[in-house]
């Protein structure tokens, strides 16, 4: 599956009692043919979208899903268990825009089929039974560091 080209900038896990908020920027380039889709299991993701535009397929009929590596850093870092695919089956189109604000629940389907030149956003991801470990201040810090 070919993925989106980009960067997702993890920035810091606030631990709220019961679950984890998890923070990051995300920056992506301009895409003109679909992107692999992913699903995370646990996870549900809020995006702010701060400049750019593009759109995205949501949806829970995933086409020949493969699930995660449980290795990978993705699975570790970001988002938890869950499956990637080539697409979704009559999934629902949104189109963002800056501004917008996206909710995609926690075993959903989603996936950019294109876009326009980048999109930047805020993703807020909610992880409820804190799959993915904290990121504190301190290691925040430290992955910037490591980063320049």
């Given at each position: 599956?070919?993925?989106?080209?980009?960067?997702?900038?993890?920035?810091?896990?606030?631990?709220?009692?019961?679950?984890n908020?998890?923070?990051?920027?995300?920056?992506?380039?301009?895409?003109?043919?679909?992107?692999?889709?992913a699903?995370?299991?646990?996870?549900?993701?809020v995006?702010?979208?701060?400049?750019?535009?593009?759109?995205?397929?949501?949806?829970?009929?995933?086409?020949?899903?493969?699930?995660?590596?449980?290795n990978?850093?993705?699975?570790?870092?970001?988002?938890?268990?869950?499956?990637?695919?080539?697409?979704?089956?009559?999934?629902?189109?949104?189109?963002?825009?800056?501004?917008?604000?996206?909710?995609?629940?926690?075993?959903?389907g989603?996936?950019?089929?294109?876009?326009?030149?980048?999109?930047?956003?805020?993703?807020?991801?909610?992880?409820?039974?804190?799959?993915?470990?904290?990121?504190?201040?301190?290691?925040?810090?430290?992955?910037?560091?490591?980063?320049?």
């Amino acid at each position: 599956y070919r993925r989106v080209s980009g960067v997702d900038q993890r920035i810091r896990t606030v631990d709220i009692g019961k679950a984890n908020v998890n923070i990051a920027l995300v920056q992506r380039g301009r895409l003109e043919e679909p992107a692999g889709a992913a699903e995370h299991s646990l996870v549900t993701e809020v995006y702010y979208i701060l400049s750019g535009s593009g759109t995205n397929v949501t949806g829970p009929d995933l086409i020949d899903p493969v699930p995660r590596d449980s290795n990978s850093r993705v699975v570790r870092e970001l988002n938890g268990p869950g499956h990637n695919a080539s697409g979704i089956r009559n999934g629902v189109t949104h189109e963002l825009k800056a501004g917008d604000v996206f909710v995609i629940p926690a075993s959903t389907g989603h996936q950019f089929v294109r876009i326009d030149d980048h999109i930047s956003y805020i993703m807020v991801r909610l992880d409820p039974d804190k799959v993915v470990p904290s990121f504190n201040e301190a290691a925040s810090r430290a992955y910037l560091e490591g980063q320049r």
